[in-house]
């Protein structure tokens, strides 16, 4: 019988932020792709477009018109999926059907005046005034509500509805089941390993550098053991650090170079706007704010969907969906392809 | 302050057989949109194409060709995610970095010989025998696998790679993700109530009829009130089932019947060939058969992704990956739109 190589051999690793299985079939990569291609990513966007209603200077849904503003820029959504004062369904419920309150704020936050340009064209010191922003919204939205999630969706092919450079922030009276599992998983490994999970595991990845993609002082990327999608990545801190106001200026700075430098690579990789869908995780906020929440480690997770080219995405369907997530090449082999890129962005070189 | 409407403000709903909740924000429908337009599924499809690796008398990626079938058509995955002898990475392993051996088979069954046909436009005779087909292929698998995943992915918006009606089957030595918390859940449930979950829970949508679809002397389709896809349904046997094979001859010839009635149904919704991914959920196989598995009950999942026409999809990205499912209309709205569709398949009517 041949020795088990994780290229050739389909196996299961196990993913201790969300306490489940992915199977890694790798030389599944060989079988030819007849299914669908998609558009690749609009690359003609104009810089400004007056009916657009991310755009400086435009009117939106609700009849306000934005302000010439040249950095960031934030907004309440105009079609909100939490509302904050939505009426209560009630508590007596039977227990096959169960309902509770869901209390919130939907907010945008452009990220630049520009149409055409993206988190890995703009420079560092633009990037820093986003993260900064990111800060201000935990401390102003965490103080009422107990998770606050920002993300983003880039590209059409992630359902993101516009161009313009933006992200969202979707504030909760709960705890989201994907905060409730990652709370969970970090709480049961610092109570049996005595070390939180996600300062043990950067700890580990940096040491071994199989997985790494980039790395500075203060942060550290890798396409995680566990990774589900097939250029997934992970972003650390190196220090133990709870939330994204908790960082200092020069960790702000830090992480500002890191993601032009990641985002860059992932422009490069196939030559296109990456699409992707990334948010940030840190420790619950709200009443979560008075407790002990040291098991916790900020991150931020990205999940990209290409798989082989610009034009061919990985399907999370049948199997994924009803079964167990599968994966396509292994974490090793798709952090490999990222760390070979280089880091001056395509468009700047053919330019 | 207004009284609690589902249509109006948005709330949580508790999913039983997977321990989580969904977001309904139904308001959500009335925010236009200008994100991606997919492809209308092909209409115009051969009924047979040599060159087709499923159609009958074809060659394929192995050299060996297929037969001139009539019916139903079996053959082995060319390029299997899971293969009956991959060797074991070990078990010696840090909690990180856990890693464990997956074995298995990669089924594909064709459902008709001819290319420009679905299962809705089958004749109830001609779904029978795939169902008689799904029934042996779980005593088959099941003998030696713990799970046997048989499921359908139809469309290219759903990864389908082939036009080819069929669907695949997938047994793994493992017990899945999506089996494992289905198992977990049922369990509980039995422990807690004295009654199989999902019989319960058929009765009571039986007799409130609100979610229901379609119903006969033996089965059930509903909207399940935790749906988390636009028009995802839910379809029970009314009676106690733990597997496909324990049905009877009446029983499979009337999940031909409701099978027809659904996908007719879902077909007129937005007059195109559906896009979903199906699958089948019994009890456990293998070492299991042996074992008192009573808190089970048989059921089949349809998830479509489709939710304003046949061009706009709902896209499960940021928000509900990193944080919490989410969906646009209410299980009961899905529901009713469905139930009011004809029951004659639009294709039928036009000719
Ligand atoms: O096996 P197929 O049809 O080539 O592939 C399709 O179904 C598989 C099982 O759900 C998925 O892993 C693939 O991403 C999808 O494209
Ligand atoms: O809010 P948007 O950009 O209009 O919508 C997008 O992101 C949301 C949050 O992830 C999703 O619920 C939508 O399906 C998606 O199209």
Redo the contacts between chains.
Sequence with gaps: ????D?KE??????N?LRD??V?V?AH?M???????VE?PPEDNIPRHDPHNPLCPGSVR?NGQVNPEYDSTFMFDN??P???P??????SDH?????????RGVCKVMCFHPRSDITLPLMTPAEIRKVIDKWADLIVELGAEYT?V?I???KG???????PHPHC?V?A?N?L????ALAERCQRD?LQK?GEP?LV??AR?EAQAQERVVVENEHWLVVVP?WATWPFQTLLLPRRHVLRLPDLTAQERDSLASIMKRLLTKYDNLFEVSFPY???W?GAPTGSHLQEDMSHWQLHA?Y?PPLLRSATIRK?M???E??????RDLTPEQAAEQLRKLGEEHYKMKKT
Excluded at 9 to 14: A, S, T
Excluded at 176 to 179: F, M, S, V, Y
């Design positions: 019988k041949p020795t088990f994780p051999h389909q196996h299961l690793r196990y201790p489940s299985w199977l079939s599944r060989k079988r030819p792709w007849k299914g669908q558009k849904a105009d079609f999926a939490l509302q004062d939505a009426p209560d369904p009630g039977h227990p096959l059907f169960q309902s509770k309150a869901a998770w999630q993300f983003e969706n059409a092919m992630m359902g993101c509805s516009n969202q979707w909760s709960f989201p089941n994907e905060a490994f390993h999970l043990q595991y580990m053991y869908s990334m948010g995780h997770h999940y399907f369907v049948g199997y969906m009803l079964a167990n997530e599968q």
